[in-house]
C-alpha cells in the first residue's frame, strides 16, 4: 500500500536561512508525490509535484523539492525562509493509478523566526 | 476563475443529528474528492466522485455518503452524528484523474456537540 511519512512535527528556522522539511514513501510502481501547504482556518494550497523527470521540481513560493528515488524521500526544500512561510505542510502520495485519492503524511509544521 | 466553493463554512450541530455539506467544483473541473481533517488523524480520504461516479471510497462508516451531480457540483451526508464527526470536511477538485494536482476549498468545519 501507498503511504508517506513526515518524521517531523515540527521544524524552526531562523528568517533567512534555508529550510527542508523531509518526506519519505513507500509505493508500488512508479511514485505520483506532492507537497501541500495549509495556513490555520484555510484549505490546503497545491506547492509542487512530482510524476516524472527532472529530480529537482520546482514550485510555487520559491519552494523546491528533490525526488531521490534510492532513498525514497521527497525532501521540500526553500534557500531562504520567510515568517510568512510559517504553516503546516502536507507530503503526499497517489493512492491508486487513474484516480485522484491521495494519502497524505501527517503533516509538519513549520516555524519560522524573524 | 472561482475557485472551489464549500459550504457552510462552519456549522454546529448535536450528536444524532444529520448533516449535508456542499462542494462547487472549479469549472470544467469533474473530479471532486472530500477529505476530512482531524488533529488526531490528519487527513483522510473520504470519497472521489467523476463524471457523477464513486471511483474510491474510503474507510469510513455507512454514515458517510456522498453523490456527484451532472453539473459535477458534489455533497457529502453524514447521518446519526457522532462526537468524534467533528473535522474539517475539504473537498478537492481536478479537472479528471492523473492531471496532476487537486484544488482544495476552504473547508466545511463542523462540530458536534
Known amino acids: 500500500a501507498q503511504s508517506v511519512a513526515q518524521p517531523e512535527d515540527q521544524v524552526n528556522v531562523a528568517e533567512g536561512n534555508p529550510l527542508t522539511v523531509k518526506c519519505t514513501y513507500s509505493?508500488?510502481?512508479?511514485?505520483?508525490l506532492f507537497w501541500y501547504v495549509q495556513y490555520p482556518n484555510r484549505g490546503l494550497q497545491f506547492l509542487l509535484k512530482?510524476?516524472?523527470?527532472?529530480?529537482l521540481v520546482k514550485g510555487s513560493y520559491g519552494f523546491e523539492a528533490e525526488f531521490n528515488k534510492s532513498q525514497t524521500s521527497f525532501h521540500l526544500k526553500k534557500p531562504s525562509a520567510l515568517v510568512s512561510d510559517s504553516a503546516l505542510y502536507f507530503c503526499?502520495?497517489?493512492?491508486?493509478?487513474?484516480?485522484?485519492?491521495?494519502?497524505f503524511g501527517t503533516g509538519t509544521r513549520l516555524q519560522v523566526f524573524p | 476563475k472561482a475557485g472551489v466553493t464549500q459550504t457552510p463554512r462552519y456549522l454546529i450541530k448535536t450528536r444524532g443529528q444529520q448533516v449535508t455539506l456542499s462542494c462547487s467544483p472549479i469549472?470544467?473541473?469533474?473530479?471532486v474528492s472530500w477529505y476530512q481533517q482531524t488533529p488526531g488523524q490528519g487527513l483522510q480520504f473520504l470519497f472521489e466522485?467523476?463524471?457523477?461516479?464513486?471511483?474510491n471510497k474510503g474507510n469510513f462508516p455507512g454514515r458517510f455518503s456522498g453523490r456527484q451531480f451532472s453539473n459535477s457540483r458534489s455533497e457529502m451526508n453524514v447521518s446519526t452524528l457522532e462526537l468524534g464527526d467533528s473535522a474539517l470536511y475539504l473537498c478537492?477538485?481536478?479537472?479528471?484523474?492523473?492531471?496532476?494536482?487537486?484544488?482544495f476549498g476552504e473547508g466545511s468545519r463542523l462540530t458536534v456537540l
Open positions: 478537492a477538485s481536478s479537472p479528471g484523474p492523473l492531471t496532476g494536482e487537486l484544488f
Open positions: 509505493v508500488s510502481g512508479n511514485p505520483y
Open positions: 512530482y510524476i516524472t523527470g527532472d529530480n
Open positions: 503526499a502520495v497517489r493512492a491508486v493509478y487513474n484516480t485522484d485519492k491521495l494519502i
Open positions: 469549472s470544467g473541473h469533474r473530479s
Open positions: 466522485y467523476f463524471s457523477e461516479t464513486q471511483r
